[in-house]
């Protein structure tokens, strides 16, 4: 159980990341993991994040033109993330903190410096039918072991030069299902508890209020000026979790 302290500053954290989604699109897992994994286990993080991050991304996957056709493209890069996230998932649930931590804090830098660094590259549709699915079992892979599952899987969705609604239901369907391929990974192997599900629950009011305020916040403020500073506090809280074990 959590401390009054505790549960505020989840809740927080919830509410934050959740202000980043509805600013950027995305981002809600990153910063739901990156900071919460800083207070507790990092599989104690991804149980917590199973029900906002559904429940958010099921509404951004919904809110596209259309999915079938998407999913007919992408259905074997998914497949590959559900692979590879049953076999990450053994590393999150063995309560190795400082593998899974140091794993995360990778990640975060891998993720946040190719963001604001590296410049757009495309993917021929002639390479995807072998490309995609060493891309989702990568990704599934990354996200069973830290939680995060934008590596590599937002960057190569970006260069496969999709229109921008169907980008954003692109990487809603990918969210998806990382999210219940991690919940069914944590649940087999006994990681997933019951009472992590309420308070899992209880974090969407949070996360969703915090996508309201950031879609609001997104026509007053520069988007580009904030995901810039967001992506460097990342960074540096990468670095930091990623160094950890050696202090």
């Not at 509805?22 to 199973?50: E, N, Q, R």
Request: charged share 10%.
């Amino acid at each position: 159980m959590f401390d009054a302290n505790s549960l505020a500053a989840i809740l927080a954290t919830f509410f934050v990341a959740g202000v980043v989604k509805g600013i950027t699109g995305m981002g809600l897992p990153t910063v739901a993991m990156g900071v919460l994994g800083s207070l507790v286990s990092p599989l104690a993080a991804a149980s917590l994040l199973i029900v906002p991050s559904f429940i958010t991304n099921v509404w951004q996957l919904l809110a596209g033109p259309g999915i079938g056709g998407l999913a007919w493209r992408l259905w074997p890069m998914m497949l590959a993330i559900v692979a590879g996230t049953a076999i990450g998932s053994s590393w999150i649930a063995s309560g190795d903190t400082h593998l899974t931590s140091s794993l995360l804090g990778v990640a975060l830098v891998i993720y946040s410096a190719y963001t604001l660094l590296a410049r757009q590259f495309n993917v021929p549709r002639r390479i995807e039918p072998w490309l995609s699915p060493v891309i989702g079992g990568t990704t599934g892979i990354v996200t069973g072991g830290t939680g995060v599952f934008v590596i590599p899987a937002v960057p190569y969705l970006q260069a496969l030069g999709l229109g921008k609604d169907h980008l954003v239901q692109a990487l809603g369907l990918s969210f998806t299902v990382s999210t219940l391929a991690l919940a069914a990974g944590l649940a087999v192997r006994g990681a997933f508890q019951l009472n992590d599900i309420g308070l899992s629950a209880l974090a969407v009011v949070p996360a969703l209020a915090g996508m309201w305020t950031g879609q609001i916040v997104r026509y007053r403020i520069s988007s580009r000026t904030f995901r810039r500073g967001f992506l460097v506090c990342l960074l540096l809280l990468g670095s930091e979790m990623a160094l950890r074990p050696l202090f």
